[in-house]
């Protein structure tokens, strides 16, 4: 074994890494579910990627599109501000960085936090980095992605063409849907890494309560995506699947 990953390893104990293992482990496994579970069964995000193309499919009988560019812009605005939010967040922790030693002292006198060196204590200042660099790419990702989906509406074929058959309004419906979905899958992968970053502030008292509140996030992740009471009134005409018939 390499003599650096040897050092690394001993640097925290096997509790730690275990949490750290579970709350990496954990949400690959759970985004991988939600997109797996997207496509098979009357999602949050399967239900309303169905209302984007029918939205997308109203455009096609709009001669004047003003209202759907304003709600494209509309759309593009959270991960807009949720992307400068985060700018605000990596900056702080940045400063954390450049004053780890009050910072760990602060941290050893909150009741049962664990006590670590300064070493340490920067590691899991750099996973919450990692996490937040993360939610910033992805924001900005769905803000691209919602220029994109504004491109297609505002590219669109006229009503004649639709209407006489040289433009064919489910393709345009479907692939225009497609794309805002994917804006909007993006802007949830963001807040799902905010949501996570709680579970990781829970690894600066111990990594008992990072792993306890890796779980708990997850659960509450599950919960809002497939069991939430707005889940249930979106999907409720939505059907399996998401094209435009």
Known sequence: MPVFLERLLILLPWQDWAALALFVFGWIA????ASWRAKVARTLLSSTNHYRKLWMMQVTYRDQRI???AITQNLASSPSFWASTTILVLGGLLAVLGTSEKA?????DLPFAARTSMLVFDLKIMVLLAV????FFRFTWSM???SFGAIMVGSAPNVELFDEGKA???EFAN????????AAESFADGLRAYYMSFAVIGWLVSPVLFALLTLAVLFVLYRREF???VSVVLRADAPMGGSVH
């Open 175 to 182: 692939r225009a849907g497609q794309l805002m979905g994917m």
């Open 30 to 33: 759970y985004a991988a579910f």
């Open 104 to 108: 760990t002292e602060l941290v050893k």
């Open 227 to 229: 069991r939430s009471d």
């Open 67 to 69: 209202v759907d560019a």
């Open 144 to 146: 691209r992605v919602y």
């Open 132 to 135: 937040f660099v993360y939610a």
């Open 168 to 170: 064919d309004r489910i």
